[in-house]
């Protein structure tokens, strides 16, 4: 697991995005706009079976991070 709780939404992103590689090509995140690359990574085939969290229901990152690790085996 990958634990978003003392890591700034750059390193998370970037380390998820390193994880989730064997998966299928993750977006690059682009400014601070983690529900767009969070809404692209749910997207992947193999991620999407496990049912993650939509971004969109989610004000704050880390809480929807948090709620994505819990269902995504990294």
């Known amino acids: 697991m990958i634990d978003p709780r003392h890591l700034t939404l750059h390193e998370w992103v970037d380390a998820v995005s390193l994880a989730l590689a064997t998966e299928g090509p993750t977006t690059v995140l682009k400014g ?3 529900v767009q690359w969070a809404h692209n990574a749910i997207s992947l085939p193999k ?3 496990f049912s993650p969290p939509d971004p ?6 880390r809480e ?3 709620r994505f690790v819990e269902c995504v085996p990294l």
């Open 32 to 34: 601070t706009d983690w």
């Open 47 to 49: 991620i999407s079976a």
């Open 56 to 61: 969109r229901g989610f004000k704050d990152w």
């Open 64 to 66: 929807w991070a948090e």
